[in-house]
């Protein structure tokens, strides 16, 4: 499709700089992007681009506008606005209504009249799938699931027994949700397996990324509260609860019984110990551990930066010293 920019300066309250006929149909990056082609510049450090640029819009902010040799769209957070105008460049596929030969639905089962369910998925007894929703190839849905309208399951995505799921989530491929927590009681003879009893719900407009897996509860549910961004390869223990509007990067893990609260921000490859609480507004930064609680927002990091070899192991020999040191001068304190 096409449109002009009129019409999205309009849309999205922009300012226009430019001809209002002028019309787009696809995005690019600034530096290879042709007629045709919207692009945008967040990055101040890229603005060299917009001289040389051959789109047919950018989108920019106001401060940048001088530097834009073709017609601008202007606001104060042109990333967001761009990502407005490439989902209505591009929108999600719409459901074909129906039910595939292949798939198999339980006769006890709920499928609104207007969702699709793609070849080789199964639906469960008593599992609901609400209106305009799509369920790709290979989908499980368990037993007495619930579906919330316009859900996307792309494919090959496992939702377990009892799992709530709100509207308008998407769900990548791979994805599982609602397998048993990591719950093992110790015995002398080795583990004992504790059951799961509780669930997981998931509020609406969240979007869980490839190959993430959010278990089930021990004995409450766990919870991904509405508006949260999960990306690819993530593990949600039990009883895990994420704040409103919260967003984890890739390779995460989150330990049994954390809150995250609302509006946080993590970084890829962050290691959460288990009951631990994070209030609202903290942004942690990537490859960080957090073994304890944060109490006030903020940003936080945990990490030493990669170093050569041989530095590191005399970095880790110095700290190895100052803790001797620190229990030497303990244990003198107490004689």
């Known amino acids: 499709m096409s449109i002009a920019l009129g019409e999205i300066a309009v849309r999205f309250g922009c300012e226009l700089r430019g ?128 579906i919330g309208a316009d859900g996307r399951l792309v494919s090959r995505v496992t939702i377990e027994h009892d799992v709530m799921i709100g509207e308008r989530v998407l769900i990548h491929p791979g994805v599982v949700i609602g ?19 509780g669930s997981v719900r998931i509020g609406d407009d969240v979007e869980i990324g490839a190959n993430t897996t959010i278990d089930r509860g021990a004995m409450d549910d766990t919870v991904i509260s509405s508006g949260v961004k999960l990306d690819n390869q993530i593990q949600i223990g039990h009883n895990v609860f994420v704040g409103e509007h919260t967003a984890i990067a890739g390779c995460t893990g989150v330990a049994g019984s954390t809150r995250i609260g609302a509006r946080c921000m993590i970084g890829g490859h962050v290691g959460f110990a288990g009951h631990i609480q994070i209030c609202d507004d903290v942004v942690i930064t990537g490859k960080s551990a957090v073994p304890h609680s944060i109490k006030q927002p903020g940003i936080y990091s945990g990490v030493v930066g990669l170093e050569p070899v041989r530095t590191w192991h005399r970095i880790v020999a110095r700290m190895k010293l100052g803790v001797r040191r620190e229990q030497r001068l303990r244990k003198d304190d107490t004689e």
Do not use: M
């Open 19 to 146: 001809d209002p006929d002028t019309r787009v149909d696809h995005i690019a990056p600034l530096e290879s992007a042709g007629p045709g082609a919207i692009s945008y510049l967040a990055n101040p450090r890229l603005t060299p681009l917009l001289a040389s640029t051959r789109a047919s819009a950018v989108v920019l902010d106001p401060r940048s506008a001088d530097g834009s040799a073709v017609a601008a769209l202007l606001d104060r957070n042109p990333h967001a606005t761009f990502a407005r105008i490439a989902a209505l460049l591009y929108p999600s596929p719409v459901p074909h209504p129906g039910i595939h030969p292949s798939a198999i639905v339980d006769c006890s089962a709920s499928v609104d009249p207007s969702a699709e369910i793609g070849p080789y998925s199964v639906i469960g007894a008593g599992a609901r799938i609400g209106a305009r929703c799509l369920v790709g190839a290979t989908c499980l849905v368990g037993r007495n699931a619930r």
């Open 179 to 197: 397998a048993d927590g990591f719950g093992l009681a110790r015995d002398s003879d080795g583990w004992i397996k504790v059951p799961q009893v």
